[in-house]
């Protein structure tokens, strides 16, 4: 497995429980190592409450919120299946807050050779920059993809050589080079 891969992964892992932890420490004042099976009894308003005390701090994008929702449903819906939390039904009423975050345009073809060209003017490595913008047009690969590339990455099948790797969210890729 690759490493950044494994990295990525362990970071969400950590998002996911730090989401779960930071939940029942806003609405249970308690670690999770002190809940009861009567603190895993939430509600609509718990989810309503923690959302608003997530906003009122405005410490967090509507995205992060999201995300620490999703994690503690998922745990809820684990739970219920383990018959640990009784009612799960309210769910499906807690709904996401809209995504507000700015999103990083799609370049034109065009543009990624305007770029190609510029970062020959850079006053160390400007070749290799450039042909880093070219092998990303060419293959749709991450910056942290290309990046981690290894030799043994690279695959000859007939006339083609195909790229093949792990990228965001551990989900398997193999792009055609040439």
């Known amino acids: 497995m690759n490493k950044s891969s494994k990295y990525e992964s362990n970071q969400t892992s950590n998002a996911y429980r730090k989401d779960i932890k930071d939940f029942f420490l806003i609405l249970r004042d308690k670690d999770i190592k002190f809940l009861t099976e009567e603190d895993m009894n939430i509600t609509y308003d718990d989810f ?9 701090t405005e410490l ?23 018959k640990v939390v009784s009612d799960i039904s309210y769910l499906k009423w807690v709904k996401s807050k809209a995504d507000e975050s700015e999103r990083h345009g799609i370049l034109t073809v065009n543009e990624v050779k305007q ?3 510029l970062a020959l003017e850079e006053r160390e490595k400007g070749i290799i920059k450039k042909y880093f913008f ?3 047009l060419n293959t749709a690969l991450r ?5 981690n590339l290894k030799w043994n990455d690279f695959h000859e099948e ?19 080079f040439l």
């Open 48 to 56: 309503e409450d923690f959302i608003n005390y997530l906003e009122v």
């Open 60 to 82: 967090y994008f509507n995205s992060s919120i999201n995300r620490k929702m999703s994690s503690v449903k998922s745990l809820l819906e684990y739970l219920h299946s383990k």
């Open 115 to 117: 770029m190609s060209e």
């Open 134 to 136: 070219l092998f990303g």
């Open 143 to 147: 910056k942290e993809e290309i990046l």
């Open 158 to 176: 007939g006339s083609s050589v195909f790229i093949s790797g792990i990228g965001k969210g551990n989900v398997k890729y193999k792009k055609r």
